[in-house]
């Protein structure tokens, strides 16, 4: 027999204790809405803005909140703000690694606090501790660029590959581009340079190159800035004549370049429906739904002949 404290009978010891659910007191309160964190390996890259904006068009249209870092390709840095994330209490956290090994103390930090990683762009190492990948078919990018070369100067060229070797996705641009090519002797790799797919390290990566006197017929870069870069120290040393120059993105920069004859062609991604792709996925997670573990969005060549069909001015 159940012995209440003196004053209080049995009417309203039940009314206590089912307080928390008849007034949702203790449970997910969809009035206070979803909170979710996104790290990007840089914001100093507009494919990334446009990405967030994607999440965001999901997320915000449905009153909820998206808190957005940057590490600047700092991979340290990088596990220090997921951790940020996970104290404050978010629910899901979207995240584009720096390093995709590197990363992976940041992915034990979540789990731990069992907060779920929906991995973006481009994947990480340990994908077992991570619910699902959305990201480019990245592999395919590669293999796009080596069959346009080979459409356009044959079976003998001398190639410069300007890498991002610490990011899956740029590990499968530059290697599909290899694996595509490499029965094909008059093909040959001369270079491949680390510019960490930012234009100010393509810059003096491509100068070094120059300095080396290489002769060279193609350049290929991980994604669009990095052509940027690699262009910009052609055009300085008087060696862009006659090169094929790719890119990987589709920005509305490089679509311009590709009009004007500046740039061979790029490979286009589409970080808006990354984005929104991820964010449906989260929601499709908290409100448990089965979700699919690996999500490859197709990639296309633009070059001249195809760049009016996507329009200069703005992203896929």
Known sequence: MLNFPKGINLFFFLLISLSPMLFGIGQNDDNKGYVFGASYMTMNNPFFIVLNEGIKDVVE????????????????????????????????????????????????????????????????????????????????????????????????????????????????????????????PGIEIIARENANGQLEQAMPAMEQIIRDH??????????????????????????????????????????????????????????????RTAAEVAYKLLAGEDIEKEILVPVELIDSSNVDNFGLDGWQ
């Open 61 to 184: 249209a449905r009153g909820d909140k998206v808190i957005a870092l940057d590490p600047a390709l700092d991979q340290a840095k990088q596990i220090i703000q997921i951790q940020d994330l996970i104290d404050q209490g978010v629910d899901v956290i979207f995240l584009n690694p720096v390093d995709w090994k590197g990363v992976r103390p940041a992915l034990e930090a979540a789990r731990k606090a069992r907060i779920p990683i929906i991995n973006i762009d481009s994947p990480v190492y340990d994908s077992d501790m991570v619910v699902s990948i959305i990201t480019s078919n990245n592999y395919n990018a590669g293999v796009l660029v080596a069959q346009d070369v080979l459409k356009r100067i044959g079976e003998n060229a001398k190639v410069v590959l300007l890498e991002h070797p610490v990011t899956k996705s740029g590990l499968d641009r530059t290697q599909s581009f290899a694996d595509t090519t490499k029965n094909m």
């Open 214 to 275: 290489l002769e060279f017929d193609v350049v290929m870069g991980t994604n669009d800035p990095t052509v940027m870069g690699a262009l910009a120290a052609l055009k300085v040393a008087g060696r862009e004549k006659g090169v094929l120059i790719y890119g990987v993105d589709g920005s509305p920069d490089a679509k311009k370049m590709v009009k004007e004859g500046k740039i061979t062609a790029t490979v286009a991604q589409s970080p808006m429906g990354i984005g």
